[in-house]
Structure formats: structure tokens, C-alpha cells
């Protein structure tokens, strides 16, 4: 819980409710059923939404595993308190092998080298160290060829204290390609019968992102990793998912300045836009330092009284500029929505993401460190003034 009141001296906030991300983790369980486990992805602070916080909401409703990409973003979750097992899907420095032996996490395996750092440190500590070892079918990122792979597999299960407990791989087109993850999956199928068929005990692999999760069933296997669905969010493209997942997240912030303006006005760095009308030039206190992406100048929107209006002009490092007719009634203190719904109409992460020319992953992940993120309609947000200057504190 946010009960640091006074970091919202500026009043802008995300949201981040909870019961949504338990929403989706049922649902997904619901789809995968009961023999395939559910891996909550919580890397990237989870993309943006807070990987503590998360991570407890989703093991509480059915997922039984996390992954990160960095060792140290597993160790805050252990320092958080969380024992649920944690895969680290980066490789890391040798010299962090201790650390993953240290907090129990889990280790990727791309190399016999890597391998023999966590047996060592694995034997120093008198402790065991679970992997699993990547294959690469297609992503051209990390990991052995499968045949390679399964080399590699054979040369690990004999190093003392380390236990092979997984095989996996990665879609790179899951969204977009269904013959080339059909080839792939048939390859890593492959590769995991033959594993077992020699008595290499893998408990679990697994192959399917979101994606592959929701379009492909095949690929769910004995666990599936649930990332950007889990926050509500599609992994098509711009095509968003159904209404049974439900986006946890939203911007939010609140006007700082209005002005009237004549027709003919510059607004912001490098006059980008002129007023073609008198005018109303409203400021928000966010900008790219908060992760509203500069490249939204000119292109994004967002919502002030239920209303859409357009950044106008370059966005600033902590604020931006919005447009409105001269006669509108928009004050300092309005609530404006970056990503969200106000009054029946919506802002998704995806049409930010669109209109700034990335996909909604990049948009949630980029929300600046110094937002803070409020919780489940924590009473905090509530607290904050409308003027956004005489801030009232009442946690
Ligand atoms: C991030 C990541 C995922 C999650 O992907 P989504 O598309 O967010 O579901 C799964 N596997 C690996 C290896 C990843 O890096």
C-alpha cells in the first residue's frame, strides 16, 4: 500500500487495481486447467504495475510461478518476502551465481559455463540449484539450437548440486505467425520427448506467452508464462483482447495552469503548434521523464471532463500542453485521463501506444519511476486537493 502521502505532491498517479490482475490470472487458469501451471511474468516491475504487489495478487489466484529478467528483480521480490519458486529468464554474470544459489532462484542455462558457475556456487553453499535450459526454435535470442540444447541438457544433469527442472522456448510470432510457432513447437516437442525418452527428468517445459497462451493450445505444455495479459493487456498488436481481460492499470493526472489564448499562439519547445482560434491552453504536470512519450507530441489525447483533447506541441520533460476551444470549462484541479476510461469513453494503453508508434508492453513498462502507484482505490489519491499546489495529506 502507497501510504507515503507526501509523494504526491504532484498529482500524478497510476492505478493499479488488483482485482483485475486476479481477474485474468483465473481466467487464464481457467483456460489452461488444472495440468498446466500458470508462470506470472513480473519482469519490469511488472511491466510498470509494481512486481511486488503483483506477484502476491497473482500466486494468491493460481499461478505457481514468477519470472523476472534480472537477478536482482528476483532477489527484491525474495527481500519482499515471496517464496513462490522464481525463474530468471536473463543470463547473468557468473560472479551472480552466488546470488541466485543465495535466494533459491531459479537460472537460465544457455551454456555448459554458466552451468558450472552455478554448480560451484551451488557446492559452496551446500545447497541445490534449479534450471532450465533454453532452446532457441526461431527467436535467435537466447539459447541452443535444439539439438545443442539437448547436449547441453545431457552435460548439466550430472554436475553436483545443480537439478535440470525445466526446457523452454520463445515465440517471437505468436501474434503473427501461426506456421512458424507450429514449426517451433513441433521442434521443442520433439526435443522435449527425446530428453525424456533418454530419462532426463524435466519436470516443466514450456514454450507459450501470451500469445500462444490464448490462440494456440497445443503450446501450453506444463506451464505457460503470463505476461502482458495478466495486466489486461493485448499482445495482438492493436488488436485488443476480448472484454473477459481486464486492463489494471490507468494514468492519471490533473490540470496545473489554463490560459486563454489569441489565435496565432506557439505553444511549447520549438513552437510546434499555432493556435488556428482563440483558444484555451490547459498544462498537465507529466511529460516524458514520466514515461508519456515525447513522440505523442502532437498526436496524443487525453480525457478532461469526459471530453477528448489533444497534446498540443512538443511534450516537455514534466509537462505538457492540451488544446481546447476558448469557451470550454476546463479548471485547474480537472482530473485528465492519460490511459483509462472517464465518463463512458476510454483511453486503452493500446491507442496510446498506437498514436505514439510502439505496442502497449513499451507504453505501461515506461511509466516513470517517480509516479506513484496507488492500489486497489487506495484512499490516497482521493486526498489530493484539486488545486494541486495546497495538497491535503489524510492517510
Ligand atoms: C516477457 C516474456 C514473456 C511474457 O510475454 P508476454 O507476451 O508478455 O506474455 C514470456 N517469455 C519470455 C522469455 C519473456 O521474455
Keep these: 500500500m502507497m501510504t507515503d502521502s507526501g509523494a504526491l505532491g504532484r498529482p500524478t498517479w497510476v492505478e493499479v487495481n488488483l482485482d483485475c490482475i486476479a481477474s485474468n490470472v483465473n481466467l487464464a487458469k481457467t483456460i489452461v486447467g488444472d495440468r498446466t501451471r500458470i508462470m506470472a511474468v513480473v519482469k519490469a516491475d511488472a511491466y510498470g504495475h509494481g512486481a511486488v504487489q503483483t506477484a502476491q495478487t497473482a500466486l494468491r489466484h493460481g499461478a505457481s510461478y514468477l519470472s523476472v529478467a534480472l537477478v536482482e528483480e528476483g532477489v527484491a521480490l525474495r527481500e519482499a518476502g515471496i517464496r513462490a519458486p522464481i525463474l530468471v529468464m536473463g543470463t547473468s554474470a557468473a560472479g551472480l551465481a552466488c546470488d541466485i544459489v543465495k535466494h533459491d532462484l531459479t537460472a537460465t542455462v544457455v551454456s555448459y559455463q554458466s552451468a558450472v558457475a552455478l554448480s560451484d556456487a551451488a557446492i559452496k553453499h551446500g545447497r541445490q540449484v534449479k534450471v532450465h535450459v533454453k532452446v532457441d526454435t526461431g527467436m535467435s535470442r537466447l539459447g541452443q539450437p535444439p539439438e545443442e540444447a539437448l547436449k547441453l541438457t545431457r552435460q548439466i544433469v550430472n554436475l553436483p548440486g545443480v537439478k535440470v527442472e525445466g526446457l523452454y522456448t520463445h515465440f517471437p510470432c505468436a501474434d503473427t505467425d501461426m506456421q512458424m510457432t507450429c514449426r517451433q513447437l513441433k521442434e521443442f516437442r520433439g526435443l522435449v520427448l527425446r530428453a525424456r525418452t533418454e530419462g532426463v527428468d524435466v519436470a516443466l517445459c514450456h514454450a507459450a506467452n501470451s500469445a500462444a497462451l490464448i490462440r494456440m493450445p497445443g503450446a501450453r505444455l506444463d506451464m505457460v508464462r503470463l505476461g502482458i495479459a495478466m495486466y ?139 509516479v506513484p502507484r496507488l492500489y486497489n482505490g487506495d484512499a490516497a489519491h482521493r486526498c489530493l486537493n484539486k488545486v494541486h499546489d495546497l495538497p491535503t495529506y489524510c492517510v
Design 232 to 370: 489486461g493487456l493485448s499482445p495482438l498488436g492493436t488488436v485488443p483482447l476480448g472484454p473477459e481481460w481486464k486492463p489494471a492499470l490507468s494514468f492519471h493526472t490533473r490540470v496545473s495552469f489554463v490560459k486563454k489564448v489569441r489565435e496565432g499562439t506557439c505553444v511549447g519547445y520549438g513552437s510546434r503548434y499555432i493556435t488556428e482560434t482563440d483558444a484555451l491552453i490547459a498544462t498537465l504536470p507529466v511529460g516524458y521523464a514520466d514515461g508519456y512519450s515525447r513522440s505523442l507530441s502532437n498526436k496524443g489525447e487525453v480525457l478532461i471532463q469526459g471530453r477528448r483533447y489533444p497534446v498540443a506541441g512538443n511534450i516537455c520533460m514534466d509537462q505538457l500542453m492540451i488544446v481546447g476551444r476558448s469557451d470550454d470549462a476546463i479548471e485547474v484541479g480537472d482530473e485528465a485521463i492519460l490511459i483509462g476510461s472517464q465518463n463512458g469513453d476510454a483511453i486503452h494503453a493500446e491507442d496510446l501506444a498506437r498514436m505514439a508508434g510502439t505496442i502497449a508492453y513499451e507504453t505501461v513498462c515506461t511509466i516513470g519511476k517517480r
